[in-house]
């Protein structure tokens, strides 16, 4: 059975940097697939914010690129997200989910919720 | 970036009865990468359907999708008490990824 586990800090001052790891297991992440951050601000709706593939190819949606890091640990079988900069309205529920190719988020973390507060 | 519309924004029905979810697309997208998924309180969002027609593990055959280009549906054929929730269309046809704003299902 696969499993996604977010974990990290769930307070961040604003300006500073937002990081959250997903810890995977049931699935060797340098196996296969496109392993994604996704967040919800409170309320709102969903947006995708990157990912990293297996061979660890990476993409940045362009609304967050010149802010964030996405990078994986195959030794740990983790990948992580870096947001720099963060404002409250960087607020919001972070999942880490998968992409497998020609389907779509079949797995996902439980959620972890980041305030922005100073 | 294609940006998905979702309407209506709140469905207000009765169990028992049919739900038709709307998910407008701003440009042509690919039925095989347009997906829908559920989301209750607390909770994940939870894969329905994806690609043209398949659900995901464990998902009843009351939920069907359809359409084609910029225009796609999700039917839920008999409402049951456990799908009154907030349901997302999704496309990966075009990069970023995107979603859609959301259609809630409420208990009328």
């Known amino acids: 059975q696969v499993q996604l586990q977010e974990s990290g800090p769930g307070l961040v001052k604003p300006s500073e940097t937002l990081s959250l790891t997903c810890t995977v297991s049931?699935?060797?992440?340098?196996?296969?697939?496109?392993w994604v951050w996704i967040r919800q601000p409170p309320g709102k709706g969903l947006e995708c914010i990157g990912s990293?593939?297996?061979?660890?190819?990476?993409y940045y949606n362009p609304s967050f690129k010149s802010r964030v890091t996405i990078s994986a640990d195959t030794s740990k079988n983790q990948f992580s997200l870096r947001l720099s900069s963060v404002t409250p309205a960087d607020t919001a529920v972070y999942y880490c989910?998968?992409?497998?190719?020609?389907?779509?988020?079949?797995?996902w973390g439980q959620g972890t919720l980041v305030t922005v507060s100073s | 970036e294609i940006v998905l519309t979702q309407s209506p924004g709140t469905l207000s029905l009765s169990p028992g009865e049919r739900a038709t979810l709307s998910c407008r697309a701003s440009?042509?997208?690919?039925?095989?990468?347009l997906a829908w998924y559920q989301q209750k309180p607390g909770q994940a969002p939870r894969l329905l359907i994806y690609?043209?027609?398949s659900r995901a593990t464990g998902i009843p055959d009351r939920f069907s999708c359809g359409g084609s280009g910029t225009d796609f549906t999700l039917t839920i054929s008999r409402l049951e008490p456990e799908d009154f929730a907030v349901y997302y269309c999704?496309?990966?046809?075009?990069?970023?990824?995107?979603f859609g704003q959301g259609t809630k299902v409420e208990i009328k």
């Open positions: 989910t998968r992409h497998p190719p020609g389907a779509t988020f079949d797995y």
């Open positions: 049931g699935y060797s992440i340098s196996s296969g697939y496109y």
């Open positions: 990293i593939s297996h061979s660890g190819t990476t």
């Open positions: 440009q042509s997208v690919s039925s095989s990468y």
């Open positions: 690609g043209a027609s």
């Open positions: 999704q496309q990966f046809d075009g990069s970023p990824w995107t």
